[in-house]
């Protein structure tokens, strides 16, 4: 991050930069800590699908002329802790972006038309969602690691009844209260230098009112193991997830864990768990594991998409791989290439502008470092062989896994 | 920086786009051979030809380009489409050789072990069936299915189960040998390299390889559509959704540029590689007419981009309590009203614009501009797409009406809906 720039605003916002003109575009990526955890079911959802959609000053379909009359695009997705804001714009209509963005996160119409039409694409999503074998487990999943009553355990979407209830006051009280420039993040890469970031760009944000800073979010509790079928006997494949609750992204045993992780279930193609229920007993088209660290916790899953004949086969394959993690620990050799691959895939995915934007952009959110680029590979190197073995064998635990299954199963007897 | 062309003496088509500053230095090679290539009885063959080439062969043992990527911190990847097959691999600058060597063992070495090539079967039904999970694909296929009679278009990329339940090895590997040569296949190289090296060892490595004789294409040229023709999946699920497969001429087209247009004023514009982003178009005539309208949910516009005719696909998904045929209705009318009155300067100048400055986005950093340019030279030449592009800002809103009115017309189009019933689960 040697050749990057941060700028720290008055009122809290944290602009970054990384300057590369080998492509005449772009690339933006922010966040504001206004996702679905501080606010009521629902509502977080709609005010991040509304920011886009007109502002006190111009109409939902002028503000899509103008965005796109640019070339530019705007986007605003929700999630449990932040909503992320991705754009992309050339040197020449960056300000006019800017001025758009700017617009929205101050003054949004957020109204009751707009709010009508947002109801309809949630309520579809939440139904897509529902008759998804992956994102269905996916979802019923993150209920069981956290249970409901944490934020990463509900569905930032809310649920059908939840978005029904959302109404436009709600939706503006919780813009008041959470769209402020203190929790704002926003990093460019590409096509512009320091001084158009200082000219331009902070001159366009300074501008919001700063509100009030973010409120962390609680550290989740584990829960106690449980599993839950969901049937679907339209479908043909069966989807298959297992997982518990693993580490915050500042978490100290997080590089281990990340490192063991990729070992299990993703270097190459997926890993030791792609090499054994894909590719040697052929039984998946995917199987993988995952590593989902946040801001106060995050968990650990697995997952599988495998036909339900084969599905007893390949959760017992699942298992037997996060067992033999004891008896047959990650090798000097796979721990040499899992830490070549992480410092060699920072270099490789640093080639685009969305990635580069992206990469600075969560730097600045976990709170790693204005040098932390500079120092992740000899972060990697340092991780201890060792504590990679044993925080595999603690933390991929079957028998600690809370897991699901859906899709054409009713009456399957499964164990994990 | 202009991309340098070179053919070696064995008909091997090399792109070299140098960009010395990149992290990175990728390296596509693109096959001409896709599903349009097969038979019917060996659907699907090119994609599971495909999946073999990353089980080794040669110098490679199985699960040597996983690992070797997978240590370097490498992105790789393979795809078949319709027209195509094509293979990557992304890397620290100084491990080109690395896929150099990948690509070339891949060419012409593949193994094709017996107790492999049958451990795939099982991955590639599996693959097929979590796309019949999803009913857009589902719907998608069927669009396909009746839209062509006659041509390979007429089944899906990844092939009816029937034949993947059934294919030998053997077939496989025939295919394989036949199309897998260099005078079939565009090798492309971009990113910080040095030109002169690059050449050196791409003769080192694909030099050696002769040429194959390839087979005629099938020569199958679909019948005119003479009437619309519809389809439906009743099936459970929690969405309704609807495609209008319009018939469209090849890439090499010239109205490929307004179609292109059209899509834009249509649907709105993504641009047309594979890094679009999470951006929906908001300012489009099927946005405003369904979706603002409270019929759909979401919308979207596509003229395929293929060696042969095909499709320009119109889709929406139905928001709840609509009559689909309702939606269905909204859609024509969006659709005839281009047809009968051009599109707005403003609607033009904007589409124009979008398509202009998205072409940077798609070429923003070495893997999708070698995506691109290999894609383009399997299908087309490298420089087709920086051409066709040209050709759009040219057009008036006069040429955008005049292919609406020629293609999008009720008897050159199939209509697929996709009823779900709500009451299984």
Same mark, same amino acid.
């Given at each position: 991050?040697?050749?990057?720039?941060?700028?720290?605003?008055?009122?809290?916002?944290?602009?970054?930069?990384?300057?590369?003109?080998?492509?005449?575009?772009?690339?933006?990526?922010?966040?504001?800590?206004?996702?679905?955890?501080?606010? $009521?079911?629902?509502?977080?959802?709609?005010?991040?699908?509304?920011?886009?959609?007109?502002?006190?000053? @111009?109409?939902?379909?002028?503000?899509?002329?103008?965005?796109?009359?640019?070339? /530019?695009?705007?986007?605003?997705?929700?999630?449990?802790? /932040?909503?992320? %804001?991705?754009?992309?714009?050339?040197?020449?209509?960056?300000?006019?972006?800017?001025?758009?963005?700017?617009?929205?996160?101050?003054?949004?119409?957020?109204?009751?038309?707009?709010?009508?039409?947002?109801?309809?694409?949630?309520?579809?999503?939440?139904? /897509?969602?529902?008759?998804?074998?992956?994102?269905?487990?996916?979802?019923?999943?993150?209920?069981?690691?956290?249970?409901?009553?944490?934020?990463?355990?509900?569905?930032?979407?809310?649920?059908?009844?939840?978005?029904?209830?959302?109404?436009?006051?709600?939706?503006?009280?919780?813009?008041?209260?959470?769209?402020?420039?203190?929790?704002?993040?926003?990093?460019?890469?590409?096509?512009?230098?320091?001084?158009?970031?200082?000219?331009?760009?902070?001159?366009?944000?300074?501008?919001?009112?700063?509100?009030?800073?973010?409120?962390?979010?609680?550290?989740?509790?584990?829960?106690?193991?449980?599993?839950?079928? %969901?049937?679907?006997?339209?479908?043909?494949?069966?989807?298959?997830?297992?997982?518990?609750?693993?580490?915050?992204?500042?978490?100290?045993?997080?590089?281990?864990?990340?490192?063991?992780?990729?070992?299990?279930? @993703?270097?190459?193609?997926?890993?030791?768990?792609?090499?054994?229920?894909?590719?040697? *007993?052929? *039984?998946?088209?995917?199987?993988?594991?995952?590593?989902? /660290?946040?801001?106060?916790?995050?968990?650990?899953?697995?997952?599988?998409?495998?036909?339900?004949?084969?599905?007893?086969?390949?959760?017992?394959?699942?298992?037997?791989?996060?067992?033999?993690?004891?008896?047959?620990?990650?090798?000097?050799?796979? %721990?040499?290439?899992?830490?070549?691959?992480?410092?060699?895939? *920072?270099?490789?995915?640093?080639?685009?502008?969305?990635?580069? $934007?992206?990469?600075?952009?969560?730097?600045?959110?976990?709170? *790693?470092?204005?040098?932390?680029?500079?120092?992740?590979?000899?972060?990697?190197?340092?991780?201890?062989?060792?504590?990679?073995?044993?925080?595999?064998? $603690?933390?991929?635990?079957?028998?600690?896994?809370?897991?699901?299954?859906?899709?054409?199963?009713?009456?399957?007897?499964?164990?994990? | 920086?202009?991309?340098?062309?070179?053919?070696?003496?064995?008909?091997?088509?090399?792109?070299? =786009?140098?960009?010395?500053?990149?992290?990175?230095?990728?390296?596509?090679?693109?096959?001409?051979?896709?599903?349009?290539?097969?038979?019917?009885?060996?659907?699907?063959?090119? =994609?599971?030809?495909?999946?073999?080439?990353?089980?080794?062969?040669?110098?490679?043992?199985?699960?040597?380009?996983?690992?070797?990527?997978?240590?370097?911190?490498?992105?790789?990847?393979?795809?078949?489409?319709?027209?195509?097959?094509?293979?990557?691999?992304?890397?620290?600058?100084?491990?080109?050789?690395?896929?150099?060597?990948?690509?070339?063992?891949?060419?012409?070495?593949?193994?094709?072990?017996?107790?492999?090539?049958?451990?795939?079967?099982?991955?590639?039904?599996?693959?097929?069936?979590?796309?019949?999970?999803?009913?857009?694909?589902?719907?998608?296929?069927?669009?396909?299915?009746?839209?062509? =009679?006659? =041509?390979? !278009?007429?089944?899906?990329?990844?092939?009816?189960?029937?034949?993947?339940?059934?294919?030998?090895?053997?077939?496989? !590997?025939? !295919?394989?040998?036949?199309?897998?040569?260099?005078?079939?296949?565009?090798?492309?190289?971009?990113?910080?390299?040095?030109?002169?090296?690059?050449?050196?060892?791409?003769?080192?490595?694909?030099?050696?390889?002769?040429?194959?004789?390839?087979?005629?294409?099938?020569?199958?040229?679909?019948?005119?559509?003479?009437?619309?023709?519809?389809?439906?999946?009743?099936?459970?699920?929690?969405?309704?959704?609807?495609?209008?497969?319009?018939?469209?001429?090849?890439?090499?087209?010239?109205?490929?540029?307004?179609?292109?247009?059209?899509?834009?004023?249509?649907?709105?514009?993504?641009?047309?590689?594979?890094?679009?982003?999470?951006?929906?178009?908001?300012?489009?005539?099927?946005?405003?007419?369904?979706?603002?309208?409270?019929?759909?949910?979401?919308?979207?516009?596509?003229?395929?981009?293929?060696?042969?005719?095909?499709?320009?696909?119109?889709?929406?998904?139905?928001?709840?309590?609509?009559?689909?045929?309702?939606?269905?209705?909204?859609?024509?009318?969006?659709?005839?009203?281009?047809?009968?009155?051009?599109?707005?300067?403003?609607?033009?100048?904007?589409?124009?614009?979008?398509?202009?400055?998205?072409?940077?986005?798609?070429?923003?950093?070495?893997?999708?501009?070698?995506?691109?340019?290999?894609?383009?030279?399997?299908?087309?030449?490298?420089?087709?797409?920086?051409?066709?592009?040209?050709?759009?800002?040219?057009?008036?809103?006069?040429?955008?009406?005049?292919?609406?009115?020629? !293609?999008?017309?009720?008897?050159?189009?199939?209509?697929?809906?996709?009823?779900?019933?709500?009451?299984?689960?």
């Amino acid at each position: 991050m040697s050749d990057s720039v941060r700028l720290a605003l008055d009122n809290g916002a944290v602009l970054l930069l990384h300057e590369d003109h080998a492509n005449p575009s772009i690339a933006i990526r922010g966040s504001v800590r206004a996702g679905a955890a501080y606010g $009521a079911p629902g509502v977080a959802e709609c005010a991040a699908r509304l920011l886009f959609r007109g502002t006190t000053r @111009r109409s939902a379909a002028a503000m899509s002329d103008a965005i796109e009359d640019l070339g /530019a695009a705007l986007s605003s997705t929700n999630a449990e802790e /932040a909503i992320a %804001i991705h754009g992309r714009c050339t040197a020449e209509t960056l300000k006019a972006t800017l001025r758009l963005l700017t617009e929205s996160l101050a003054s949004p119409a957020l109204a009751e038309t707009e709010l009508e039409k947002v109801r309809g694409e949630v309520l579809g999503d939440i139904r /897509a969602q529902q008759d998804d074998t992956r994102r269905a487990a996916t979802r019923r999943l993150s209920e069981l690691v956290y249970s409901r009553d944490h934020p990463y355990g509900r569905d930032p979407k809310g649920d059908e009844t939840s978005a029904r209830k959302v109404r436009p006051k709600d939706v503006r009280a919780f813009h008041g209260a959470h769209y402020g420039a203190a929790g704002l993040i926003l990093a460019l890469s590409g096509d512009l230098d320091g001084k158009t970031l200082q000219n331009t760009v902070a001159s366009a944000v300074e501008g919001l009112d700063a509100g009030s800073p973010p409120n962390p979010v609680r550290a989740p509790k584990p829960e106690t193991r449980k599993s839950a079928t %969901i049937p679907m006997a339209h479908k043909t494949q069966a989807d298959f997830v297992a997982g518990r609750v693993a580490v915050a992204r500042s978490h100290p045993d997080y590089y281990a864990l990340n490192l063991a992780n990729l070992l299990f279930g @993703r270097i190459g193609l997926y890993g030791r768990l792609g090499t054994t229920v894909r590719d040697t *007993l052929g *039984l998946a088209y995917y199987s993988f594991s995952s590593l989902d /660290a946040r801001l106060a916790g995050g968990h650990w899953s697995v997952s599988a998409g495998v036909n339900p004949k084969n599905l007893v086969k390949a959760v017992q394959a699942i298992r037997v791989e996060a067992e033999r993690l004891e008896k047959e620990p990650f090798t000097e050799q796979e %721990i040499r290439d899992g830490k070549t691959h992480l410092v060699g895939a *920072l270099q490789v995915n640093l080639e685009r502008n969305a990635e580069y $934007a992206g990469a600075l952009h969560d730097v600045e959110y976990h709170a *790693l470092g204005t040098d932390f680029l500079a120092r992740y590979p000899a972060l990697v190197r340092a991780v201890d062989p060792d504590s990679v073995r044993k925080k595999a064998v $603690a933390c991929f635990d079957p028998t600690a896994c809370s897991w699901v299954v859906s899709g054409p199963v009713a009456g399957l007897k499964l164990a994990f | 920086m202009a991309t340098a062309t070179h053919t070696l003496d064995n008909g091997l088509t090399v792109l070299l =786009h140098s960009m010395p500053e990149a992290p990175a230095v990728t390296v596509w090679v693109g096959y001409k051979v896709g599903s349009r290539n097969e038979r019917p009885g060996i659907t699907g063959a090119t =994609h599971w030809v495909e999946h073999m080439l990353f089980k080794g062969g040669g110098e490679l043992k199985k699960g040597d380009i996983d690992a070797i990527i997978g240590r370097l911190g490498g992105k790789f990847n393979g795809f078949t489409d319709t027209d195509f097959t094509i293979y990557f691999e992304t890397v620290p600058p100084d491990h080109l050789d690395t896929a150099l060597m990948i690509e070339a063992e891949r060419m012409r070495n593949a193994a094709f072990d017996p107790q492999e090539t049958e451990a795939e079967r099982g991955v590639i039904i599996s693959e097929r069936e979590g796309g019949e999970n999803n009913p857009k694909v589902l719907l998608f296929e069927e669009l396909w299915h009746l839209a062509f =009679h006659a =041509h390979p !278009y007429h089944w899906p990329v990844i092939g009816w189960k029937t034949d993947l339940e059934r294919i030998r090895r053997d077939e496989l !590997y025939e !295919y394989y040998r036949q199309h897998y040569a260099p005078n079939n296949a565009v090798l492309t190289i971009v990113g910080a390299f040095s030109e002169e090296e690059a050449m050196r060892r791409v003769a080192a490595h694909f030099g050696p390889f002769r040429p194959e004789d390839q087979p005629a294409p099938s020569g199958v040229t679909e019948a005119p559509q003479e009437g619309e023709r519809r389809g439906v999946i009743r099936r459970a699920g929690t969405q309704d959704h609807l495609m209008i497969g319009y018939r469209v001429p090849e890439i090499a087209h010239p109205d490929t540029a307004p179609l292109l247009v059209l899509q834009a004023v249509l649907g709105g514009w993504h641009g047309v590689g594979l890094l679009g982003g999470p951006f929906v178009s908001r300012s489009n005539r099927l946005y405003r007419g369904l979706v603002d309208a409270k019929l759909a949910t979401d919308v979207g516009a596509q003229h395929a981009l293929r060696r042969d005719p095909g499709l320009f696909v119109v889709e929406a998904t139905v928001r709840e309590g609509v009559d689909p045929s309702k939606v269905e209705r909204a859609a024509s009318e969006v659709v005839e009203k281009l047809r009968r009155k051009p599109p707005t300067e403003a609607e033009i100048a904007r589409a124009l614009r979008q398509i202009r400055v998205w072409h940077a986005y798609d070429r923003d950093g070495p893997t999708a501009r070698g995506l691109l340019l290999t894609w383009f030279e399997v299908i087309a030449n490298h420089r087709f797409l920086d051409d066709l592009l040209e050709r759009c800002q040219s057009l008036a809103p006069e040429d955008v009406r005049r292919v609406a009115d020629a !293609y999008l017309g009720e008897d050159n189009r199939t209509v697929c809906t996709f009823l779900a019933r709500r009451e299984a689960g």
